[in-house]
């Protein structure tokens, strides 16, 4: 039977990092289905989606995994899914998807209030990532942030527009919804 797992990993950055973990992957006879890989100050950081098409490859990934953590600065943690998670996360691709992005001044509190407002109103967060641009030729620090969500088909779009609105007036910050097309 299948097994699929999602994998967490971070360790300092350096040549090579990513090869170590995708090689565990690979050399237990394993596929990567999905990743993200990013470097975060002086740490690597990977999200991996990976399939396992029977239990022995499952076991070797893990050992593989282990023995990668024992001679590295590296810390792995592997999550099992269940099928019905795969179920439902097909199911939710029927959903209306969307993208947020927000820019302006850098300040306490906008990734907060922002996913707050998304949360009461039962929508789902598919992905964020935000930056903060410190670059000398600025007066101030530039904060820009990218929301990909999901939403329920029983949320009015306008009702969403006129809650960023408020959000985005209330922050001073600039906030766009774009419809996301298939």
Do not use: W
Not at 163 to 168: G, I, P, S
């Amino acid at each position: 039977m299948q097994n699929q797992y999602i994998l967490a990993a971070m360790g300092s950055n350096r040549p090579g990092v990513v090869a170590d973990v995708t090689g565990a992957i690979y050399k237990a006879g394993c596929n990567i289905e999905n990743s993200f890989m990013t470097l975060m100050g002086v740490h690597f950081t990977l999200m991996i989606h990976v399939i396992a098409e029977d239990q022995d490859k499952a076991d070797k990934l893990n050992r593989n995994l282990e023995s990668l953590e024992q001679k590295d600065d590296l810390k792995v943690h592997t999550f099992p899914k269940e099928n019905d998670e795969i179920e439902i996360s097909r199911a939710r691709k029927e959903q209306p998807r969307y993208e947020i992005r927000v820019r302006g001044q850098d300040k306490a509190g906008i990734v907060y209030r922002t996913s707050k407002l998304l949360a009461s109103r039962g929508i789902n967060i598919l992905k964020l990532s935000t930056k903060v641009d410190r670059s000398k030729h600025l007066q101030q620090p530039i904060f820009t942030m990218r929301i990909g969500i999901e939403v329920p088909k029983n949320i009015d779009g306008h009702s969403l527009r006129m809650d960023l609105e408020a959000l985005a007036e209330d922050t001073q910050e600039t906030f766009t919804l774009t419809r996301k097309r298939d």
